[in-house]
């Protein structure tokens, strides 16, 4: 049998593999998009709780926590508390930041941001010219997020419009009540679990829940994504000009696993 040709095995992995988790490049594994980014670079990792990707003398952290609270949070929720960052140099959202890098890192993170575009706008701000954001976000076929629809390019634009900083009932009601199970391995095998479970109770609690915030933040995820689907919507906010962030690669989630890997890049 010849071998296929660059655009039929284009078509044949999208055919044939894509959907079976057929690794196309090795930057869709997070072990070798972290390897990727160069430890000599300046690097500000979103989020790092207790378990940070990136270590060394040019890593910088932002996380909604200093570093004593999120020791304090780790050991009650069962993490590491050793993992915890000894200092974490941003603590707040993204507008605290006053300095740029050569790169960001944000893992499991985007997801949880109200206002999307907001967030890859202060991503760009600070971000030096030719510089990568890189994400590994999860697939929301993969994970307890198998159910709800994904986010679309309105969803977006509507929460930018309203400068959402917190998250609505609707996400509150769709993370408490309308997930499943988290175990990758069953959605691979096509075991998603019952989306009704307990439905009207879960309802009921989430909506107990945002009203006892009384409009402070409840740690949800507002947004959805697939490979497709984050592609177009960041697409579509470069070309309505609402960002200057151009995609440099995004990659399709390896089999049994619940995650997809993504660069964005600031144009030179």
């Not at 570093?67 to 603590?91: M, N, S, Y």
């Not at 959202?93 to 706008?121: C, W």
Request: some cysteine.
């Amino acid at each position: 049998m010849g071998k296929l040709g660059d655009d039929a095995a284009v078509a044949h992995y999208r055919a044939h593999g894509r959907d079976k988790g057929v690794v196309a490049s090795p930057l869709a594994l997070r072990e070798n998009l972290l390897l990727f980014i160069e430890d000599d670079i300046s690097l500000l990792e979103i989020g790092p709780f207790c378990r940070p990707l990136k270590r060394g003398p040019r890593v910088e952290y932002l996380d909604v926590l200093d570093a004593g609270q999120l020791r304090a949070r780790a050991g009650q929720t069962g993490g590491d508390a050793a993992g915890v960052p000894d200092v974490i140099h941003h603590v707040g959202d993204l507008d605290i930041v006053d300095r740029t890098y050569d790169a960001i890192l944000s893992s499991h993170a985007l997801e949880h941001q109200p206002d999307l575009v907001r967030h890859l706008q202060q991503v760009e701000r600070i971000l030096n010219p030719g510089g990568g954001y890189f994400l590994i976000i999860p697939d929301k076929r993969y994970c307890f997020d198998h159910f709800i629809a994904e986010s679309t390019i309105a969803d977006v634009l509507q929460a930018h419009r309203e400068q959402r900083r917190t998250h609505t009932l609707k996400s509150v009601i769709e993370h408490r009540a309308l997930t499943v199970h988290n175990d990758h391995l069953r959605h691979w095998q096509g075991d998603h679990g019952n989306p009704e479970r307990s439905r009207a109770a879960r309802v009921k609690a989430a909506i107990d829940e945002y009203e006892a915030a009384a409009g402070g933040y409840v740690d949800v995820h507002a947004w959805y994504f697939t490979p497709p689907a984050f592609r177009s919507i960041v697409t579509t906010l470069r070309e309505l000009g609402l960002i200057g962030l151009e995609i440099a690669g995004i990659y399709h989630p390896a089999r049994d696993r619940n995650e997809f890997c993504a660069i964005l890049k600031r144009p030179d």
